[in-house]
């Protein structure tokens, strides 16, 4: 192969120079809006993330509900933690174990993980979705204003009863 002789390409215009330019700004202000965000948006969790085990969780959800269950909820654990706990919720094909009991205006972290597969916490009818991952205990520093109850639903499809993957949270005034 032999190369072309002489400037064989054209110099690019001022146009492509705009272009390019105008491309590269906004690139820029893309790649800064990602940190910025997270800190001004509001709607980034900044949670607490840790390694865990499917058997070390399920180990701590057991505990928790020995700690501070008050009854039974369509046969699931309800559990009353008291204002400031860490409180745990377990996904697992296809159920969320236990029921929570929380007060409004108290703040709570909250630790979401799977025991076997990914699931997805979706909370209805507030919009609120966070990945619920096996093997990483999700801490979510959470304060319920509203009062009420509310499903969680599964939003991550998890096989073949996933749409029955529906668990409960009771926000107490
Ligand atoms: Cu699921």
Known sequence: MVAPTGNWW???????KK???????WCMILFAMMPLWHFRGGQNP?????KTTPAAFRARVDRFIKEYQVGTDHGYPLVAPPPGADIYLQAQMWSWTPVLKLKKNASYTLHLSSVDVNHGFSLYPVNLNFQVVPGYDY????TPNIAGEFNIICNE??????HN???KVIVEE
Request: overall charge positive; hydrophobic content about 50%; aromatic content about 10%.
């Open 10 to 16: 054209l110099p690019a215009s001022l146009q492509e």
């Open 139 to 142: 801490g979510l520093r959470i």
């Open 165 to 167: 993957m529906v668990g």
């Open 46 to 50: 900044s949670g607490i993330r840790g």
């Open 19 to 25: 272009w390019v330019t105008l491309s590269f700004v």
């Open 157 to 162: 499809f998890c096989g073949i009863l996933h």
